[in-house]
C-alpha cells in the first residue's frame, strides 16, 4: 500500500488556522494575536499530536532553495 498523508492543522473554532509559535510568529497585515495556543496546550493536546506524529510512514522535510543574491 502506498503511504497516505496526513495533515494536522491547528485550527481555532472559526476556522483560522495557525502554528502554535509566539506572538511575533505572523504579524502580516497587523495581525496582532499570534502565539494564542501556546498558553492553552494540556495533557490532552500532546497526546493528539503525539498520535498524529506516531501514525506518520514518513516526514517530509522541505529544502531550502537558494535565491539568487542571497546565496552565500
Not at 509559535?21 to 496582532?32: H, I, L
Amino acid at each position: 500500500m502506498a503511504g497516505r498523508i496526513h495533515i494536522d492543522l491547528f485550527t481555532t473554532l472559526d476556522g483560522v488556522a495557525q502554528a502554535p509559535g509566539g506572538p511575533d510568529e505572523d504579524t502580516a497585515g497587523g495581525f496582532a494575536f499570534g502565539g494564542w495556543q501556546a498558553p492553552l496546550i494540556d495533557a490532552t493536546d500532546g497526546a493528539q499530536i503525539g498520535a498524529g506524529i506516531e501514525a506518520m510512514d514518513a516526514l517530509p522535510v522541505p529544502v531550502p532553495v537558494p535565491v539568487p543574491g542571497e546565496m552565500s
